[in-house]
T-cell receptor, first 114, second 111 residues
């Protein structure tokens, strides 16, 4: 039973295309995130949703649009893909404000834009 | 905002030796400090964490120490094994909000 699952794991697409990455968590957590990991392994937060509401939106091009149909799902849609969007995208979740708010990560989605 | 620095960026040790990775943070309000291990092709996995009311925590071969005054915390791995080879990330947050990650340390344990 995967706690945070995201699909697809690998995605190769051409510049200009639109693509989506789906994420689901079965931990009952209130908060979900999207992180981007570049080639240097740096983890940078993109978005954070708490109970379907956007609470963090870092400086990310508006070509990236997260959608949370319910608190167990947070999907990432990317329009007009660019070469620089190539990276690993991690979905994650955590419980709401409390002691022990560990972030649990999915296995990652490797996006390659050609 | 919070800024987390992590050193060294790469670390090679002989199997059986100890490894130490250090992180510093800037926001004195941060009170939760987890460490993650990322193996090749996988997502980061929590290996140990520490809260600001504790100075040290151990879990078998892994320990974390926290110095709130100096605003730094360290990961200690003893008796390293080849399967400890991975990228390690530290992070800082305030009550589990707004996690900020360090840039990572690539640890190689040489047999």
């Amino acid at each position: 039973d995967t706690a945070v699952s995201q699909t697809p794991k690998y995605l190769v697409t051409q510049m200009g295309n639109d693509k989506s990455i789906k994420c689901e968590q079965n931990l009952g957590h209130d908060t979900m995130y999207w992180y981007k990991q570049d080639s240097k392994k740096f983890l940078k937060i993109m978005f954070s949703y708490n109970n379907k509401e956007l609470i963090i939106n870092e400086t990310v091009p508006n070509r990236f649009s997260p959608k949370s149909p319910d608190k167990a799902h947070l999907n990432l849609h990317i329009n007009s893909l660019e070469l620089g969007d190539s990276a690993v995208y991690f979905c994650a979740s955590s419980q709401d404000v409390d002691s022990g708010n560990t972030i649990y990560f999915g296995e990652g989605s490797w996006l390659t834009v050609v | 905002g919070e800024n987390v620095e992590q050193h060294p960026s790469t670390l090679s040790v002989q199997e059986g030796d100890s490894a130490v990775i250090k992180c510093t943070y800037s926001d004195s309000a941060s009170n939760y400090f987890p460490w993650y291990k990322q193996e090749l092709g996988k997502g980061p996995q929590l290996i140990i964490d520490i809260r600001s009311n504790v100075g040290e925590k151990k879990d078998q071969r892994i320990a974390v120490t926290l110095n709130k005054t100096a605003k730094h915390f360290s990961l200690h791995i003893t008796e390293t094994q080849p399967e400890d080879s991975a990228v390690y990330f530290c992070a800082a947050s305030f009550y589990g909000q707004n996690f900020v990650f360090g840039p990572g340390t690539r640890l190689s344990v040489l047999p």
